[in-house]
């Protein structure tokens, strides 16, 4: 099997070889940073939601939402 002839030249094979190292390093920073956004979207979810709860759970039981 034969290469085309612009692929067996050495500054075509470094900037392919550079392409897809920096695909790949902009999939690892999304993958890191949707990991540590959804991440701390869960725990603002949480702690409001924790937050409510001792809101409610100081009311007298007649005040409750039904």
């Known amino acids: 099997m034969h290469l085309p002839d612009i692929l067996r030249r050495t500054g075509v094979r470094w900037g392919v070889a550079a392409a897809v190292l920096l695909a790949c390093g902009s999939l690892l920073l999304f993958g890191v940073m949707f990991w540590l956004a959804s991440a701390g979207l869960l725990r603002t979810v949480d702690r409001s939601v924790i937050e409510q709860l ?9 005040l409750l939402p039904s």
């Open 54 to 62: 001792e809101l409610l759970s100081e009311r007298p039981p007649d």
